[in-house]
C-alpha cells in the first residue's frame, strides 16, 4: 500500500498513562492529582455503550464473580485527522480511529494484553448499517466507537483513552529513545520516511545506520509504526505494539523526576473518561508484582486471519469476518481466560 505523506494520527499510549502513574511506585495522590489536572477528561453515555451485561455467563467457567470485576479493559483511539481528502479540510470532520487497541490489566493472570481490531474490520455501526469500524468515531466519537466495539464483539467497554500522533514522538524522545529489533528493509523505510516526523517535531533528521535491535528516536518509533509498505496493516498494528512495550519497558527503568517532566508535557494530549480512583485496587496491586506483569505482555489481532479475508465491496476495501461468533469468542478469550 502506497505510504501517505501525512501523518496519521495513531497512538499506543493508554496503558502509559496509567501504568507511568502506577507501575512503577509513584502512586501519591498529591502527584497523580497534579498530573492528571493536565488531562482532558470527556464523560460518556453509559447507558449508549451497548454494554453487555451478560458478558460474566461466557467466563464464570473460569473466573468468579471477583476475579471478572478485577480485570480492566480501556479502549485505545488513535485518531487521523491530519490525512487530506476524505472530508478531512472540514472543520467539522472529526476523524477516523486509524489505531483500535484494547488494553487489558488482569489481575488472576498478572499480565497485560493489547489486542488490537483491524481499522477496515467490517462490522455493524448502529445507524449507518455495515462500515468499517474505524468509521464509527467519525461518526460519533469515541461514544459510538465503543458502542460499535461492545455491540461487534460482545464485550462491556466504558472506558477509553484518545491521543494524537504527535504525542508518540514527543514521549519517546523525553525517554531517551526505545530499543526496538527491525529488519534491513525496515531499517530502509525508516530513513526513507522520516523526514515527515521530523519536520512535525522540528528536530533535525537522523539516519539509522545498522538494524537488528537498534535504539529509535522518537520520530524513527513513529515512522516505523505507520510502515504498512513491508508487510501489512496487520504488521503494522504488531509493530505498534511492540514500540508500546518498548515504551513500558524503557518507563519501568525511569525515575520520578524524569516520568513527572515527560508527563507535564504528554498528558496534555490526551482525551478520557477514566477516573483513576476507579483502578487503585488494581494498580496498587500490579505495583506489588511489576515485574511480572512487564513479562507478561500478550500481544493479539482480532479478527485474525483465519476467518477473515480483505474484499473490495462496491469498490472500497473491507476485511471481512467470514465467522462473527469466532470473532467474538477470540475476544473473549484473551480478554478473560489466557
Same mark, same amino acid.
Given at each position: 500500500m502506497k505510504y501517505k505523506k501525512?501523518?496519521? #494520527?495513531?497512538?499506543?499510549?493508554?496503558? @502509559?498513562?496509567?501504568?507511568?502513574?502506577? =507501575?512503577? +511506585?509513584i502512586w501519591s495522590g498529591a502527584f497523580?492529582?497534579?498530573?492528571?489536572?493536565?488531562?482532558?477528561?470527556?464523560?460518556?453515555?453509559?447507558?449508549?455503550?451497548?454494554v453487555n451485561e451478560e458478558l460474566y455467563t461466557k467466563v464464570s467457567d473460569s473466573l468468579t464473580k471477583g476475579e471478572f470485576n478485577s480485570i480492566k479493559n480501556i479502549v485505545?483511539?488513535? #485518531?487521523?485527522?491530519?490525512?487530506?481528502? @476524505?472530508?478531512?479540510?472540514?472543520?467539522? =470532520?472529526? +476523524?477516523?480511529?486509524?489505531?483500535?487497541?484494547?488494553?487489558?490489566?488482569?489481575?488472576?493472570?498478572?499480565?497485560?494484553?493489547l489486542i488490537s481490531i483491524p481499522r477496515d474490520t467490517y462490522v455493524e455501526i448502529e445507524g449507518y448499517g455495515k462500515n468499517k469500524v474505524n468509521h464509527a468515531y467519525a461518526f460519533?466519537?469515541?461514544?459510538?466507537?465503543?458502542?460499535?466495539i461492545n455491540l461487534n464483539f460482545g464485550l462491556n467497554i466504558t472506558n477509553y483513552v484518545t491521543v494524537d500522533f504527535a504525542g508518540l514522538a514527543h514521549v519517546v524522545n523525553d525517554i531517551g529513545g526505545i530499543e526496538i529489533k527491525i529488519s534491513s528493509s525496515?531499517?530502509?523505510?525508516?530513513?526513507?520516511?522520516?523526514?515527515?516526523?521530523?519536520?512535525?517535531?522540528?528536530?533535525?533528521?537522523?539516519?539509522?545506520?545498522?538494524?537488528?535491535?537498534v535504539t529509535l528516536d522518537g520520530e524513527q518509533?513513529?515512522?516505523?509504526?505507520?510502515n504498512r509498505t513491508i508487510g501489512d496493516d496487520f504488521t503494522r498494528a504488531e509493530r505498534q505494539r511492540e514500540v508500546l512495550e518498548a515504551i513500558m519497558n524503557k518507563?519501568?527503568?525511569?525515575?520520578?523526576?524524569?516520568i513527572s517532566s515527560m508527563l507535564d508535557v504528554f498528558l496534555k494530549e490526551v482525551t478520557t473518561n477514566i477516573n483513576i480512583t476507579d483502578y487503585v485496587g488494581t494498580l496498587t496491586e500490579i505495583i506489588l508484582n511489576k515485574n511480572v506483569y512487564l513479562n507478561n505482555i500478550v500481544s493479539e489481532q482480532v479478527p485474525c486471519k483465519e476467518y477473515a479475508?480483505?474484499?473490495?465491496?462496491?469498490?472500497?476495501?473491507?476485511?471481512?469476518?467470514?465467522?462473527?461468533?469466532?470473532?467474538?469468542?477470540?475476544m473473549i478469550e484473551y480478554l478473560y481466560k489466557k
Open positions: 501525512k501523518s496519521k #494520527i495513531w497512538m499506543l499510549v493508554i496503558i @502509559d498513562i496509567i501504568l507511568i502513574l502506577t =507501575f512503577f +511506585g497523580i492529582s497534579s498530573k492528571l489536572s493536565n488531562l482532558n477528561f470527556k464523560s460518556l453515555d453509559k447507558d449508549n455503550l451497548a485505545l483511539f488513535g #485518531i487521523d485527522t491530519q490525512g487530506g481528502g @476524505d472530508g478531512q479540510n472540514d472543520p467539522n =470532520f472529526l +476523524g477516523r480511529s486509524d489505531t483500535i487497541i484494547v488494553a487489558s490489566i488482569n489481575p488472576k493472570f498478572k499480565s497485560l494484553k460519533g466519537e469515541e461514544e459510538l466507537a465503543i458502542k460499535t525496515e531499517k530502509d523505510f525508516i530513513n526513507n520516511h522520516s523526514k515527515t516526523a521530523y519536520e512535525l517535531t522540528g528536530n533535525t533528521q537522523k539516519k539509522l545506520t545498522s538494524y537488528g535491535t518509533a513513529l515512522t516505523h509504526s505507520r518507563m519501568a527503568k525511569m525515575d520520578i523526576g524524569q479475508d480483505g474484499k473490495y465491496i462496491n469498490g472500497i476495501y473491507y476485511f471481512v469476518p467470514s465467522d462473527v461468533e469466532k470473532m467474538k469468542e477470540d
